[in-house]
C-alpha cells in the first residue's frame, strides 16, 4: 500500500470532495458551488488527504485579511476510512497551511455531540474557548477551540465580543463591548445597540442610516458611565470629504458641532493629534480598551468609516473585536473576536480616507458594578 499523500485540492476533485461531504454530513454541508468558489478563493486553502489513488478526507481553512488569524471551516475523513490517523493528518497539515500563512492562532467549531472530533482537537492541544447554542441547521451547540501555533500567550478574553445587527452600528457595538466589559453584561442587547446609535450618531452614508464619529461616541460613554478620552488627527469637522450634498454636510457639521460642545461642556479629555501604537499599548496594558476607527476598505473592501475595539497586546500584534462578521462568505464570531493584527497592518489599517484620519475613542478600565 502507498502512503498516504496530502496536497491541494484541485477543480478536479469537486465531485470526490462532494462525495465525501455528504457522506461526512447529514446537514450544514458545504455545496458543490461553494468547493468551487473555496478552492480558488485566495482567503481559503482546501487540503486534500488521498491513498490508493482516492481521497480520503479533506481540510478547509479561512484566513481573515489582515488578521493573524486562521480557521479551519471544516475537516472530513471518508467514514469508512476513520481510525487510520488521516485526520490527524489533515489537522498538521491545516495548522502547517495556517503558519506558512503568517498566522498565530487556529480557529474552529465542532458539533458538540461529535466526541472523536473533540478528541481529535484536545489531544493536539486545543483549548475550548465557547460554545454556541443551537449553532447548526438540526439545533445542535457548537464548541469552539482555539491554539496558539507559534508566540506568547494570547490576551485574556476579559472584554465580551458583540456583533453588530445591522450595516451602520459598528460605532455602537464597540461602546456596548466595553459597556459590558466595564459596567453589565446586560448591555449586549440589539436594543441598546440601536439607543446607544440613535443617541451618537451624525454619519450620512450613501443611502440609508449613517454611523458614528468619535466626538458622538465619547459623549455617550459617558453619558452611560465610562470614562472616555478622545484622540483625533485634525480639528476639522469629520467625514465631510465626499458628502456633495449641501443639506447633508449640514446636518453633519450641526450633530457634530453639538457633539464638541457636549464633550467640552463634561470635561472629557480631548487631544487633537494622531495617537501611535506606543500611546496604544501602553494604554492596553493599564487595562483600558480603545474604539479604533480604521478604513473599511482594507478591512472589507468597503470605502467607509468602521470601527474595531481594540482590547490586547501580546508583543507582537494588537487584538480587536470586529463587530462586523461577514456572514456571507462563511465567517463566524470566531472569525471576528479577539483578531491578532499584526503591528505594521494595524498601523495601515488605522487611518481613514485620503488625509489618513486617525481617531479613537479611550476607555479608561473601571472596576465593574457589584
Partial sequence: ??????????????????????????????????FRTLIDRPT????????????????????????????LYSLAVVPGQVGKGYGRALLAAAEKAAMDHDRILLRLE???????????YKNAAYRRIGRVADYYADGMAALRFEKLLRGRDTPSGSTPFYEQSTDFTCGAACLLMALARFRSPEFLDPV??????????????????????????????????LEPEV????????????????????????????????VTSAGTPVHLEAFTLDWLRARLADGHVAIILVSGYLMMGKKVPHWVLAHGDDGRHIFVHDPWVEDEVGETVADAANIPVPYAVFDRI?????????????IKGKAPHV
Fill in 1 to 34: 500500500m502507498s502512503a498516504p499523500r496530502i496536497r491541494p485540492a484541485v477543480i478536479s476533485d469537486i465531485d470526490a470532495l462532494e462525495t465525501i461531504e455528504n457522506a461526512v454530513f447529514a446537514s450544514d454541508r458545504i455545496s458543490r458551488r461553494s
Fill in 350 to 362: 488605522a487611518r481613514f480616507g485620503r488625509s489618513g484620519l486617525r481617531a479613537a475613542v479611550l
Fill in 231 to 262: 484622540w483625533c488627527s485634525t480639528e476639522d469637522m469629520l467625514f465631510l470629504e465626499t458628502v456633495r450634498d449641501p443639506e447633508k454636510r449640514r446636518v453633519m457639521e450641526l450633530a457634530q458641532t453639538d457633539f464638541r460642545a457636549r
Fill in 192 to 225: 441598546w445597540e440601536i439607543r446607544l446609535w440613535r443617541e451618537a450618531t451624525t454619519v450620512f452614508m450613501l443611502s440609508g442610516p449613517g454611523g458614528c464619529e468619535p466626538f458622538g461616541l465619547a459623549m455617550v460613554a459617558r453619558e452611560h458611565g
Fill in 44 to 71: 481559503a486553502e482546501t487540503i486534500v488527504i488521498e491513498a490508493e489513488g482516492e481521497l480520503r478526507g479533506y481540510a478547509m481553512i479561512l484566513f481573515r485579511a489582515g488578521a493573524a488569524l486562521a480557521r
Fill in 110 to 120: 465542532v458539533r458538540e455531540d461529535n466526541a472523536s472530533a473533540i478528541a481529535l
